[in-house]
C-alpha cells in the first residue's frame, strides 16, 4: 500500500507487507542492514538479539510481515528501494520499554519511531525527512494519535551515518516534534501529536 509520494512522483513509501518483502531484503542485504540485526534490536531483550543475529532475525522479521503486523515502511527513489524506517505501538519494543533513559514519561499511548536505515549511497540526501513523513501517514493509518522518536545527537561533523540509525533531533523538528523528557547529553525524546491532516505528499 502506497502511503506517501513527492510532488516530482519520482520518490514513494509503501507499508512492509508480504508484497514487499523482496525489496526489504534487497536493502538490507547481506548483513541485515547491520550485524544481522534485521530491525530485531529493540524487540529483543539483549541476550536474545545476540543469540539471534543474522537468519534467526530474519525469520522474526519475516513472521511479522507475514502476519500483517506494522513494522514499518520502506522509501523507493525511481521503484528502487534506498530507505527504511520502523514503527510500531510502543510496548512491542521490549528493550525501550527497559531503557532508564528512554523510560515512559506518563502512561499516554504512543508509537515509536525506533529506527532508519538508508542506503549508503543515498545518505544525507534529505530522505530521512521523506521517511518520517511516510511514517507518520503509516502511524496515522493504524490509528496512532501520538508518535514518539528517540534521535540521536552528532558526535562530530563527520559521525558515520550508520551511528545514527535513530536519526537526528533537527530532522524530527522540521517534522513537527517536540522534545519532551531529557536524560541524556546525546540521546533526546521527542514527540509529535497527528491531530492534523495527513502530512505533505
Known amino acids: 500500500m502506497k502511503i506517501y509520494e513527492n510532488k516530482a512522483g519520482n520518490l514513494a513509501a509503501f507499508v512492509l507487507d508480504p508484497d514487499h518483502w523482496d525489496d526489504f531484503v534487497r536493502l538490507f542485504g547481506e548483513r541485515g542492514a547491520c550485524g544481522g ?5 529493540w524487540r529483543r531483550y539483549k541476550a536474545d538479539f ?3 543475529k543474522g537468519e534467526s532475525n530474519k525469520l522474526a522479521m519475516k513472521e511479522l510481515v507475514d502476519r500483517h503486523q506494522p ?3 520502506l522509501l523507493y527513489l525511481d521503484k528502487q528501494p534506498i530507505g527504511w524506517c520502523a514503527a510500531a505501538p510502543r510496548e512491542v519494543y521490549l528493550r525501550l520499554e527497559k531503557s532508564r533513559v528512554f523510560r515512559r514519561p506518563d502512561s499516554l499511548p504512543v508509537w515509536s519511531i525506533s529506527c532508519f536505515f538508508i542506503d549508503q549511497a543515498f545518505r544525507r540526501k534529505g ?3 521523506d ?3 511516510a511514517v507518520l501517514n503509516f502511524c ?11 534521535p540521536q545527537i552528532p558526535y562530530s561533523e563527520h ?12 530532522v524530527f523538528e522540521k517534522a513537527g ?21 495527513p502530512d505533505e505528499k
Open 159 to 170: 559521525v558515520p551515518g550508520a551511528f545514527l540509525w535513530t536519526g537526528v533531533p533537527s
Open 50 to 52: 545476540d543469540a539471534c
Open 127 to 129: 530522505y530521512t525527512l
Open 131 to 133: 521517511l518520517i513523513r
Open 71 to 73: 513494522v514499518g515502511v
Open 37 to 41: 540485526c534485521w530491525c530485531m534490536s
Open 140 to 150: 496515522r493509518m493504524n490509528g496512532a494519535e501520538t508518535v514518539e522518536a528517540y
Open 177 to 197: 516534534f517536540h522534545e519532551t523528557v531529557r536524560r541524556s547529553k546525546w540521546k533526546r525524546m521527542m514527540r509529535r501529536s497527528l491531530d492534523t491532516a
